[in-house]
């Protein structure tokens, strides 16, 4: 045999007993917990009948709203509506009977109900309704630059300005499941103990999330065609990274609660300092939900990546002396897959090193409310000196993670959650 297939065999033979030894402490770590299989299903249905119940119990929109919206897809493209809107603000002709705004007590209002003029002021909550034609561009853009909202989170189309959404208080089943509920072996004819499980209602409140551009009168007033990709990119890309930013990392004041600062989250002790290794996956992988490894994705800092790289079966051993398991050579890119799950890339992730540089989400139990339809205004006066039109857009949106802590299993010694991240610690 030749020296380079002999080479080649060796690291075959390595990497299928990796593996294997990854595959046994995983399979041992989850069949050691038979009950978490069993707990996870009642989480998940409970969770899909929850939505369900939210969804029917919402109330309806108003129909003011529905005739707002129906006039606005008379607009023939985006272009069309941001030229009405500065046509109005710029000369203070009368509203198109297509524009609908939102007036000072935060309550749509038409051009039509106001016999076609608005007062200055009245519009102080956010501008006009943008039409579905040019919100649906801005939701592609947006969702481009998002991790959170494209990849599973739970949306939830808000009518009142605080929802409570019940969840059940499923701590540990050192003693009891599903929040509060005992079981016991008995004869036919012996008494029950009765038992009930304990529930919880955490509140939805949506924040306003609000940004602002400027642009040349004189490209306004050669083509709002040229202006309409303009606004869409800026506004569609700024929209889907702040909100996703919050998603992931919002404190919960005057934003959503981010999935990395939600009290479910659980963090396993890194290996070393300031690295990823092959054992941390393992870990990390083991804390997870089991029905959600189907849905649940890798989120990662653009600097773990060269751990990712360099990933190898020794995790103190030199780079020229790992079997490197993620990537087997230089030719080909990067698989961009974790034990079967695929890894999104996020600068909205913590850097290398810091707790949160590399997560395991499911992002079903995220919840989304959205409450205020996003709007677009202009005004000539901002930087009239500048000779530029400033356009805003605002929306109201709210996020939390839905399961309140994570569940210790019966024995004490496992936990698991719908939110996985390193921690920075490696004690």
């Known amino acids: 045999m030749k020296e380079s297939e002999l080479k080649e065999k060796i690291n075959t033979d390595v990497t299928d007993a990796v593996e294997e030894i990854l595959g046994k402490k995983i399979k041992e770590k989850l069949e050691s917990e038979e009950v978490k299989t069993q707990i996870d299903g009642q989480l998940k249905e409970h969770m899909s009948d929850a939505v369900k119940q939210l969804k029917e119990q919402m109330p309806p929109e108003s129909e003011e709203l529905k005739k707002a919206e129906d006039k606005t897809k008379e607009f023939k493209s985006g272009g069309e509506f941001l030229s009405k809107i500065r046509q109005f603000r710029v000369n203070r002709d009368t509203l198109d009977p297509r524009l609908s705004y939102l007036d000072s007590k935060g309550n749509i209002a038409s051009a039509q109900k106001t016999a076609g003029h608005m007062e200055i002021g009245d519009d102080s909550q956010g501008g006009f309704l943008v039409p579905e034609i040019f919100k649906n561009e801005l939701y592609e853009i947006a969702l481009e630059n998002s991790i959170v909202r494209p990849h599973g989170a739970t949306v939830i189309k808000m009518t009142t300005d605080s929802v409570k959404i019940p969840y059940v208080n499923d701590t540990s089943h050192a003693s009891t499941v599903f929040g509060g509920i005992v079981a016991y072996w008995t004869a036919e004819a012996d008494q029950k103990t009765a038992s009930k499980p304990t529930f919880g209602q ?107 790289i360099q990933l190898g079966s020794g995790n103190a051993a030199a780079a020229s002396g ?73 929306l109201r949106v709210a996020g939390q993670c839905w399961p309140q802590a994570k569940i210790t299993t019966k024995d004490g010694t496992h936990s698991y959650s719908p939110f996985v991240q390193l921690a920075a610690t490696t004690s």
């Open 202 to 308: 955490m509140e939805l409140t949506p924040h306003k999330l609000a940004g602002i551009t400027y642009a040349s009168n004189e490209l306004m007033d050669d083509s709002a065609v040229a202006l309409e990709p303009l606004i869409k990119r800026q506004f569609g890309a700024a929209w889907g990274y702040y909100e996703d930013d919050a998603f992931l990392d919002g404190t919960g004041a005057g934003q959503p609660m981010g999935i990395q600062n939600c009290n479910c989250v659980i963090s396993p002790y890194r290996n070393t300092a300031s690295h990823v290794y092959l054992e941390d996956l393992a870990e990390m992988y083991s804390h997870m939900l089991p029905s959600s490894h189907s849905s649940a994705y890798w989120v990662i800092h653009p600097s773990v990546i060269p751990e990712l």
């Open 322 to 394: 790992k079997n490197l398991v993620w990537i087997n050579n230089a030719a080909d890119g990067p698989p961009f897959r974790i034990l079967g799950r695929p890894v999104l890339v996020s600068e909205k992730m913590e850097y290398l090193g810091t707790a949160g540089d590399i997560g395991y989400y499911d992002f079903r139990y995220y919840l989304i409310g959205d409450r205020q339809p996003i709007t677009i205004d202009a005004s000539p006066h901002l930087r009239f000196d500048y000779d530029e039109t400033a356009w805003r857009f605002v």
